[in-house]
């Protein structure tokens, strides 16, 4: 269960204020129009923004202050989700042994299994700059998936993709999230992704993060937020 | 944390090795003579030749580099690479050229010579204004030449679609220009040319023209007189710093060669005259430039097999402080590749090499003979020289490697040794290579403080040049100066080269 005690976030004059629980499984949509607040809930709980008040728990356990990689939580940024210069093996690597040391003969099944996860079988040499974008994506999948954290945070990390791609994505997503059984939580512009990947969605809008609420049911009967930025 | 640790050790250190030196020669203040009417020449030396070469670098480079901004042809791409060369190349190599061609055998005196006219002497102010023009005329040509394509392509075609005529456009658009960078060059250059030593030192020379670090450099040299020096140091330390601050004023240093091949649309200048002007204008710049090193190089070549075994132990000392200062240095600028890196970096380069020389001599003689610690010392100071290069080279993608990554690496919690050995340095190394390579070749060719302490089991390659040339050995200077190119230009390219090879972007 992961509590957002009355938090609130402030910078340069902008707020966000977030009181709300979320389960311990399942996929949760952020959706709302831009300049809300969707990245500052999600760094919020990954860490790389401290609130001005509040406290955030995940089962019980205050986290409020731990640093990002302290935290029970992994993140696909929007972009720079690999180390550029380093092969895809060697960025799963990173994530599998971040404060380097010797690496051991099971690291390298784990490493092959995660890349056989997400379809990208014999590509652990390549370069990210060599991968087609859809393959990028799913060698970042392949890094949380090896972090295994019980939360996985998405911010709008297929925004680039296509459409087509952008459900296929989804759809790795799904896959991933199913095999590390956590909370997903995904922030996106979308939608249409959103009623096919969410079970409950959170709006974040006026400086608000409200309660999740049935994903169809919100989007079948939108409160006013919602439908001025649907439109 | 640990990075932040490691930056204030490392500003630490070169605060130390900055101030150290300067506080023990203001503790000399004491004992000081008052300035001579020697001392008082040697100023007014200094400051007119400084301001004769700023001046005459400045007012060359306008038209050369009016030429360049305007005509396209072929190697113009490799003409604008080469005017960063002077930057490495070795002063005695490069003095070692000029003297070819404008020195008593020269190629201009036997041309004159053939003609009749009774041959001119390059020893002298001339001389020495010769040498700065030659070191500085394509550091301000870069500098005026940025300033040139830096106007907004949309302010020229405004201008053409007016009809304005070449006299307007030039006063309406290039005039203002030329006012905001030509005063930046001159201060550049003029602070350059302040603490000139190594020309002064085989062009001056002679009462009338002794610069303050010559000036320095003999009284230490040659009749021990330390209170005299530490006095001259001071002097040399209050113009230095006042023209520094003047320069830092007036706009940031030049930059480093990128981005002066965009292409400048232009809707005029097709006029006869002004092409051949402009042409005239780009062949007298580069024969004037090309032509000492082609003589150095012909000179020279076939002697470079044939050195005496002083020369190569010269040229082994020379690559042992190349190397040890490159190290130091490349360890430096990447711990204080930020703000307040860049300015303490800055306060060094406004003192010159011999000061904190002097004031290393002085620190170390209670302890240790300062001339056993030659190259030791050397080594420090070109460290430290070359510092403030090294760092505006790697700021700036220091500081994008941590915008684009530290989230990543915060996210996976990358420790700081795997931050630093797996992504930091991976990402920065094609920098590092071109910085380390500027720095290599710097303190391949420098002479400066090697002068004032070596004896003759530690001179470095362009010291040994120096003594061959007093010693009227000219065939083997010029081979020692081929060999010095050589290793310059080959350490440069080594390091420039390992930075880019195999970095993936």
């Given amino acids: 269960m992961l509590q957002l005690d009355h938090v609130q976030s402030d910078s340069d004059g902008f707020r966000l204020s977030a009181d709300l629980t979320l389960p311990d499984t399942g996929r949760i949509a952020v959706i709302g129009p831009s300049g809300a607040g969707k990245s500052t809930l999600l760094d919020l709980i990954a860490g790389f923004r401290a609130p001005s008040a509040g406290r955030i728990r995940l089962n019980g356990q205050d986290i409020t202050s731990l640093p990002p990689a302290r935290r029970p939580v992994s993140i696909l940024f929007q972009d720079n989700n690999l180390f550029p210069h380093l092969s895809v093996g060697s960025n799963l690597m990173l994530a599998l042994r971040p404060r380097g040391g010797r690496t051991r003969p099971e690291d390298h099944s784990r490493i092959e299994n995660a890349l056989h996860a997400v379809g990208l079988d014999q590509m652990g040499n390549r370069r990210p700059a060599t991968l087609s974008g859809g393959q990028q994506s799913r060698a970042a999948l392949a890094r949380v998936l090896i972090q295994a954290r019980p939360v996985l945070l998405l911010d709008e990390p297929f925004s680039a993709l296509g459409p087509a791609l952008r459900a296929e994505m989804l759809g790795v997503v799904q896959d991933v999230s199913g095999k590390i059984g956590g909370l997903t939580i995904m922030v996106t512009h979308d939608p249409h992704g959103a009623r096919k990947f969410a079970d409950q969605t959170v709006l974040v809008a006026d400086g608000v993060a409200h309660t999740p609420q049935d994903t169809e049911s919100l989007f079948t009967d939108p409160p006013p937020a919602l439908r001025a930025y649907l439109g | ?505």
Wanted: include cysteine.
């Fill in chain 2, 1 to 505: 944390m640990a990075a932040r640790a490691v930056a204030i050790i490392a500003a630490l250190a070169v605060a130390g090795l900055i101030l150290g030196p300067v506080a023990a020669v203001l503790a000399r203040a004491g004992d000081m003579p008052v300035p001579g009417p020697a001392d008082w020449q040697a100023l007014r030396f200094t400051l007119t030749q400084a301001i004769l070469s700023a001046g005459a670098s400045v007012a060359l480079a306008v038209p050369t580099a009016r030429a360049l901004a305007r005509r396209r042809f072929p190697g113009r791409g490799l003409l604008i690479t080469l005017l960063g060369a002077p930057f490495i190349l070795p002063t005695i190599v490069a003095v070692l050229g000029l003297l070819a061609v404008f020195g008593n055998k020269g190629l201009l005196n036997l041309a004159l010579g053939g003609l009749g006219v009774p041959p001119m002497s390059i020893y002298g102010l001339h001389g020495v204004v010769l040498a700065h023009v030659f070191f500085n005329l394509p550091l301000a040509t870069r500098m005026i030449l940025q300033g040139w394509l830096a106007i907004p392509s949309e302010r020229l075609r405004l201008a053409a679609s007016l009809g304005l005529s070449p006299v307007q456009v030039f006063r309406a658009l290039e005039l203002p220009m030329l006012q905001r960078i030509t005063p930046q060059a001159f201060v550049v250059i003029f602070v350059i040319c302040l603490s000139s030593f190594a020309v002064a030192l085989t062009l001056g020379g002679g009462p009338r023209s002794t610069t303050l670090e010559l000036a320095i450099y003999q009284s230490l040299r040659f009749d021990f007189d330390i209170a005299r020096a530490a006095m001259l140091a001071l002097v040399q330390l209050a113009i230095a710093l006042t023209a520094g601050s003047v320069a830092l004023w007036l706009g940031r240093a030049p930059g480093f060669g990128v981005g002066l091949d965009r292409d400048l649309p232009r809707w005029e200048d097709g006029a006869l005259t002004r092409v051949l002007l402009d042409t005239l204008w780009i062949v007298a710049a580069t024969l004037f430039l090309l032509t000492p090193l082609a003589m150095v190089v012909w000179n020279g070549i076939g002697a470079v097999l044939t050195l005496p075994a002083q020369v190569w132990q010269a040229a082994l000392h020379s690559l042992g402080v190349a190397l040890a200062s490159t190290l130091l240095c490349m360890i430096w600028a990447t711990a204080l590749a930020n703000r307040m890196g860049e300015w303490l970096a800055l306060a060094g380069i406004a003192l010159s090499p011999l000061v904190l020389g002097i004031g290393l001599f002085l620190l170390v003689r209670p302890f240790a003979n300062p001339f056993d610690l030659a190259l030791v010392v050397t080594a420090l100071i070109n460290a430290l020289v070359s510092l403030p290069f090294a760092v505006r080279i790697l700021r700036p993608e220091s500081e994008a490697i941590r915008t684009d990554h530290i989230r990543l690496a915060q996210a996976l919690g990358l420790s700081p040794g795997v931050w630093v050995t797996r992504v930091f340095l991976p990402r920065l190394r094609r920098p590092l290579g071109f910085a380390a390579g500027l720095t290599a070749a710097l303190s391949m060719g420098d002479l400066g403080v090697i002068a004032l302490f070596a004896d003759p089991d530690h001179a470095t390659l362009p010291l040994q040049i120096y003594r061959l040339m007093g010693a009227y050995r000219m065939d083997q200077a010029a081979g020692a100066a081929v060999l010095l190119l050589g290793l310059s230009l080959g350490l440069f390219w080594l390091f420039d080269r390992g930075g880019r090879a195999d970095a993936a972007t």
